[in-house]
C-alpha cells in the first residue's frame, strides 16, 4: 500500500517541480568563447538566448559542435618530439578566428520546444521521447520561467 501511494504522489507531479527555475541564459550577443566557457562551468548541453527579456533561441552542444565542425584542421605530421603543420595552416587560422567571431544570434536555433507551466507532465515526457528532443523550455505568459532536461525527469520524476 505503501509503495502504490508513492508511485501515485510521484505520478501526480507537476511540471513546477520537475523543471530547473535557475535557468541560466545569453543575450543574443554573447561571443562563442563566453558560450563555450559558460556551458563548461555549468555543466549545461543548452542555453536559451534571450533578447529584451525574451526568449529568441537556444544554443546547444550540438549547435556548437556543428559550428566547430566547419573548421578544418591543418594537416600536422608529427616527427619524433616535433610537430609539422602543412601550408594549409593558414586557411585552419581564418577559419578559426572566423568561429570565434560568431555571436549568439549566429549559432542558436530559433525552433525549440516550449510548453506552458500548466501542461500535463506525462504528455511532456511523450513528446519528449517520442520527438526525440533533449530538453524543454517552460514558459509562463510567455516568459522563460525553467527548463526541462532528460536528466531532471529521470532525477526528480522517476
Known amino acids: 500500500?505503501?509503495?502504490?501511494?508513492?508511485?501515485?504522489?510521484?505520478?501526480?507531479?507537476?511540471?513546477?517541480?520537475?523543471?530547473s527555475k535557475n535557468v541560466i541564459t545569453i543575450d543574443i550577443d554573447t561571443n562563442f568563447n563566453e558560450i563555450i566557457k559558460i556551458m563548461k562551468e555549468k555543466n549545461i548541453g543548452e542555453i536559451p538566448v534571450m533578447e529584451n527579456e525574451n526568449i529568441v533561441g537556444v544554443i546547444t552542444?550540438?549547435?556548437?559542435?556543428?559550428?566547430?565542425?566547419?573548421?578544418?584542421?591543418?594537416?600536422?605530421?608529427?616527427?619524433?618530439?616535433?610537430?609539422?603543420?602543412?601550408?594549409?595552416?593558414?586557411?585552419?587560422?581564418?577559419?578559426l578566428k572566423k568561429m570565434f567571431a560568431y555571436k549568439a544570434k549566429d549559432i542558436m536555433n530559433k525552433k525549440f520546444y516550449s510548453i506552458e507551466i500548466s501542461s500535463d507532465i506525462k504528455d511532456v515526457i511523450t513528446n519528449i521521447v517520442e520527438f526525440k528532443h533533449e530538453f524543454v523550455i517552460v514558459m509562463e505568459n510567455k516568459k522563460l520561467v525553467g527548463i526541462i532536461t532528460k536528466k531532471d525527469i529521470i532525477n526528480n520524476y522517476f
Do not use: C
Open 1 to 19: 500500500m505503501k509503495l502504490a501511494k508513492n508511485v501515485a504522489r510521484k505520478i501526480m507531479k507537476k511540471i513546477e517541480q520537475i523543471m
Open 61 to 95: 552542444r550540438d549547435d556548437i559542435l556543428i559550428k566547430e565542425g566547419n573548421v578544418k584542421s591543418p594537416h600536422i605530421i608529427a616527427f619524433w618530439d616535433m610537430v609539422i603543420t602543412l601550408p594549409s595552416h593558414k586557411d585552419y587560422e581564418t577559419n
